[in-house]
């Protein structure tokens, strides 16, 4: 019973902290003030875990835009729990829509339509996994290093 309560204290934090920063570093970011140009809405998809419980239900919209003479594509995502939410966001952009798409003034290619600078719940989620991280370190640190060399022979 007590390794699966010293592997629960060492698996939350590190789930939490892989979480907080794959939210930081997978979601689109890009800033307000990048150059932008008009494009169009090329299609729409609904995907992901389907059933009663709804799980992480995903949204993604294709969209298409000039820069300098060139046509781009890109796309972007949204990843909610609730079906109707990522409905409701798929509803703003239905296929043929205009919409302004936000470039990397470097590289072109990186176009987002809703620009952000991170995912606003991943430092939230990244600074709990590391509180409770370093908190179980202090607190039970000696412990877990004796209950883990015991139990794992190292």
């Known amino acids: 019973m007590e390794i699966i309560i010293a ?3 060492i698996v939350v934090p590190a789930a939490l902290i892989f979480i907080g920063l794959q939210m930081a570093f997978v979601y689109p970011n890009a800033s307000p003030d990048w150059p ?3 494009g ?3 299609n729409q998809r609904l995907f992901g875990r389907f059933g009663q419980d709804d799980r992480m239900i995903c949204g993604e919209v294709t969209y298409s835009y ?3 003479g060139e046509t781009y594509h890109a796309s972007q995502q949204e990843r909610y729990f609730q079906q109707s939410r990522t409905r409701e966001w798929l509803a703003q952009y239905p296929v043929g829509k205009r919409v302004t798409v936000h470039y990397h003034p470097q590289n072109p290619r990186r176009g987002v ?4 600078y991170r995912h606003p719940k991943a430092l939230l989620i990244l600074s709990i ?3 409770l991280g370093a908190l179980d370190l202090v607190l039970y640190g000696p412990e877990l290093r ?3 060399r015991q139990n794992y022979h190292f």
């Open 113 to 116: 339509i809703e620009p952000r």
């Open 7 to 9: 592997s629960t204290m």
């Open 146 to 148: 004796e209950l883990i």
């Open 40 to 42: 169009r809405i090329e």
């Open 129 to 131: 996994g590391i509180i």
């Open 36 to 38: 932008q140009t008009e």
């Open 66 to 68: 000039l820069v300098s």
